[in-house]
T-cell receptor
């Protein structure tokens, strides 16, 4: 069975500083990997995804993530955080099988200090 | 361009009452999913459907039933609500390829007292 771990429950970062959110997954083969962002009271918005090929993927809002097979990781990064990036971020792994069910990590809440 | 619409947005139930949450998508998506979101636990899959007339159990199906009589609608039912079902419920859908990820609704906040 697939699983996702986001080790950091909360992260506080200063506006303009860099941000890295960690994601580790467990899956028997090459997975689909996603990062979603959830603003307060909202649904989830897709930031970026990895399916195959280039292991560094670019997403919306200036985010990028790197797939490292050897470390079973898919960490999310942003070079310079804006106050509007305050939100909860979810990493998800999808199985390459019927139904393609996504399994989500517990989420990391990002607070941005002015 | 509505995407995925969930109704209602908020609901308070008494223990033992029943209710149905409606999810409607206008993207002609085959796959639909119901998740619940609880603090620190991320989203957990309740039930899903791979097409009209089909349903399957997810990770936490107990206490819930679903139906997909029409392709665009996916209903989640609680026959006898319990306080443990207090949660935020999200519906999601996707097309034939997983490449584009899921499209999520804005959620239903359910409180069972």
């Amino acid at each position: 069975a697939q699983s996702v771990t986001q080790p950091d429950i909360h992260i506080t970062v200063s506006e303009g500083a860099s941000l890295e959110l960690r994601c580790n997954y467990s899956y028997g083969a090459t997975p689909y990997l996603f990062w979603y962002v959830q603003s307060p009271g909202q649904g989830l918005q897709l930031l970026l995804k990895y399916f195959s090929g280039d292991t560094l993927v670019q997403g919306i809002k200036g985010f990028e993530a790197e797939f490292k097979r050897s470390q079973s990781s898919f960490n999310l990064r942003k070079p310079s955080v804006h106050w509007s990036d305050a939100a909860e971020y979810f990493c998800a792994v999808g199985a390459r099988a019927a139904g393609n069910k996504l399994t989500f990590g517990g989420g990391t809440r990002v607070l941005v200090k002015p | 361009n509505a995407g995925v619409t969930q109704t209602p947005k908020f609901r308070v139930l008494k223990t033992g009452q029943s209710m149905t949450l409606l999810c409607a998508q206008d993207m002609n998506h085959e796959y639909m999913y119901w998740y619940r979101q609880d603090p620190g636990m991320g989203l957990r899959l309740i039930h899903y459907s791979v097409g009209e007339g089909t349903t399957a159990k997810g990770e936490v199906p107990d206490g819930y039933n679903v139906s997909r009589l029409k392709k665009q609608n996916f209903l989640l039912g609680l026959e006898s609500a319990a306080p443990s079902q207090t949660s935020v419920y999200f519906c999601a859908s996707r097309g034939g390829t997983p490449y584009y990820g899921y499209t999520f609704g804005s959620g239903t906040r359910l409180t069972v007292v």
